[in-house]
């Protein structure tokens, strides 16, 4: 799990920071880049707000169906696919709210600061069921790990969700409501003084 929210939560969002774009596209043969480039109309539309928070979010909760987690402990393919999803889902995802030029995030900032929180909330409700569950979820749970029973193991997953998975939407949460809040501010002052009431002069 600690793979996880490191992959989703940090490594993701960096890479959106870096903004590697250009020199990655640059680096392509031509022929990929056509073939790219004939694909426009699906990047556009996994890049738009409302299908990269589903991506991010359904591939987790996919990942975290039993069969799905016990099939990467047993395959090492899937499991490198499973840890590229989070990665590449966690780009789309995180280019909403952290500009990565060339692109440039869609939202205003109070709705970046909402769509984070959404965002976070979706990981805390996943995290709330192996949180509050009376027996382990997974079979390959059932034999504990480092002298801990199966079922602490799972909580102790469930936990840094919660509490070190949520630290990065927390501090992009506050960034945007800061920013907004200095938005706003000389926007408020502009509204106060045309209601102001007019001080007429003594005659």
Known sequence: MLQH?????VVAPLIALGAPWTPLWRSLPLRVRGALARQR??????AAPIAAWLLFN?????????YFYELTLKN???HIVEHVSFVVFGVLFWAQVLDSPPFYGRLQPFARAIYATVGSAASWLLALVPALATAPLYPAQHVGH???????????AAGMMIGPGSIPYAIVV?????????VEEPRRRRRGLRHAPLRGGGS
Not at 5 to 9: C, D, S, T
Not at 146 to 156: E, P, R, Y
Request: aromatic share 16%; proline share 5%; charged share 5%.
């Open 41 to 46: 109309p699906l990047v556009a539309w996994t």
């Open 5 to 9: 929210v490191v992959l989703m939560v």
């Open 174 to 182: 506050f960034y945007w409501l800061y920013v907004w809040l200095g």
């Open 76 to 78: 090492g393919a899937v």
């Open 146 to 156: 480092k002298g801990i029973s199966a079922l602490a193991d799972q909580q102790l």
């Open 58 to 66: 359904v591939d987790l909760g996919l990942w975290h169906v039993p």
